[in-house]
């Protein structure tokens, strides 16, 4: 089975570079631009994995990996901020 991840950054360039490289590597990868979306698209793609930037231009990817924690359908999703 095909691991899926989740990309999270308001930078469109980076979004671009983070998902050429894992889906070169075997990956599934779905981005997001902004925060807004994010349990929806979560609940849509199942990741395994999510990668958020830290700094978001409308969310503090902070404040959403707390959120994501304290949810229990995606308290024992991986997240890794970058």
Known sequence: MEQRILVLDDDADILD???YILVEKGYVVATLG???????T???FHPDLVLMDVMLGDMDGRVICSALKDKNETSVLPVILI
């Not at 902004?34 to 929806?40: L, P, V």
């Open 17 to 19: 570079i983070i998902s």
């Open 42 to 44: 979560i609940r849509e």
């Open 34 to 40: 902004s925060g807004r979306e994010i349990f929806q």
